[in-house]
């Protein structure tokens, strides 16, 4: 299967220092993947740069076969959304008003909303389950519903590849649930995901590919099964042993690596 998305060794400095260090993988199309790593180790920098975002500080991106830097912004929009961790909405805009956004590289400068547009947000609102938040304020909504109006949010604009930065973060069980099958749900439609998980437990059964990154291991890329390792994740984390074994087919408790 040829890959959607390359990264050839890949790096990335702020003034601070490195962030990432020739990171190479790439994702297949059709694929859905999980993006790990400890806090501060790169995973909303590398989704930035996925994005178009960011630009690389050394080596380089291929979306398909086309360098990302040679393509215009607009033209990301059309194949990638990155949905973020948070969305600040100064304002009190509804959900419809929030989703539309996501029609924006659809929209010629002076001209407004046209049917195929209103078919987009329809259908993101639909797929995300939010038809009927369509006129609460965006503020006034609870965590899970936000974290669905974001998802809405980056399906409106039709993309093929949808990144996820910690969509399950700071949810209760309940809608950490929902939030999974609302992935597994996008991806049979045929969408592609690339999503920053918190926690390490909800992977199994949803992501066939997993990414980690870490300061303290090499990047690695495989199956849910040879990357959900005790002691690969203990070196990639940095984490002491835990002091009883709680592990289930390789992936470790919550508390133990939900970092």
């Given at each position: 299967?040829?890959?959607?998305?390359?990264?050839?060794?890949?790096?990335?400095?702020?003034?601070?220092?490195?962030?990432?260090?020739?990171?190479?993988?790439?994702?297949?199309?059709?694929?859905?993947?999980?993006?790990?790593?400890?806090?501060?180790?790169?995973?909303?920098?590398?989704?930035?740069?996925?994005?178009?975002?960011?630009?690389?500080?050394?080596?380089?991106?291929?979306?398909?076969?086309?360098?990302?830097?040679?393509?215009?912004?607009?033209?990301?929009?059309?194949?990638?959304?990155?949905?973020?961790?948070?969305?600040e909405v100064p304002f009190s805009f509804t959900v419809e008003q929030i989703v539309e956004q996501g029609r924006t590289p659809y929209l010629s400068l002076f001209g407004g909303l046209k049917a195929q547009d209103r078919r987009a947000i329809e259908r993101a609102m639909e797929l995300t389950d939010v038809?009927?938040?369509?006129?609460?304020?965006?503020?006034?909504?609870?965590?899970?519903?936000?974290?669905?109006?974001?998802?809405?949010?980056?399906?409106?604009?039709?993309?093929?590849?949808?990144?996820?930065?910690?969509?399950?973060?700071?949810?209760?069980?309940?809608?950490?649930?929902?939030?999974?099958?609302?992935?597994?749900?996008?991806?049979?439609?045929?969408?592609?995901?690339?999503?920053?998980?918190?926690?390490?437990?909800?992977?199994?059964?949803?992501?066939?590919?997993?990414?980690?990154?870490?300061?303290?291991?090499?990047?690695?890329?495989?199956?849910?099964?040879?990357?959900?390792?005790?002691?690969?994740?203990?070196?990639?984390?940095?984490?002491?042993?835990?002091?009883?074994?709680?592990?289930?087919?390789?992936?470790?408790?919550?508390?133990?690596?939900?970092?």
């Amino acid at each position: 299967m040829s890959a959607f998305l390359t990264f050839e060794d890949v790096s990335f400095s702020f003034a601070q220092g490195k962030v990432l260090d020739r990171a190479s993988f790439s994702l297949a199309q059709g694929s859905c993947t999980a993006l790990i790593g400890p806090n501060g180790g790169g995973k909303t920098t590398l989704l930035r740069i996925a994005a178009g975002l960011l630009t690389p500080t050394s080596g380089r991106v291929l979306l398909g076969n086309q360098p990302l830097l040679s393509l215009r912004r607009l033209e990301i929009a059309h194949e990638v959304a990155l949905v973020p961790q948070q969305l600040e909405v100064p304002f009190s805009f509804t959900v419809e008003q929030i989703v539309e956004q996501g029609r924006t590289p659809y929209l010629s400068l002076f001209g407004g909303l046209k049917a195929q547009d209103r078919r987009a947000i329809e259908r993101a609102m639909e797929l995300t389950d939010v038809t009927s938040l369509r006129h609460r304020v965006y503020n006034e909504l609870s965590g899970g519903e936000r974290q669905r109006v974001k998802i809405a949010l980056g399906l409106a604009q039709e993309p093929r590849l949808l990144l996820l930065d910690e969509p399950t973060q700071n949810l209760d069980f309940g809608r950490q649930m929902d939030l999974i099958n609302l992935i597994r749900s996008l991806h049979s439609e045929g969408i592609y995901i690339f999503a920053a998980m918190h926690d390490l437990t909800l992977i199994p059964g949803t992501f066939s590919s997993v990414v980690l990154i870490s300061p303290f291991e090499r990047l690695r890329q495989g199956s849910p099964e040879e990357i959900l390792k005790s002691d690969l994740l203990e070196r990639a984390f940095r984490c002491p042993p835990p002091r009883s074994s709680t592990l289930q087919h390789g992936v470790s408790t919550p508390s133990e690596f939900a970092l």
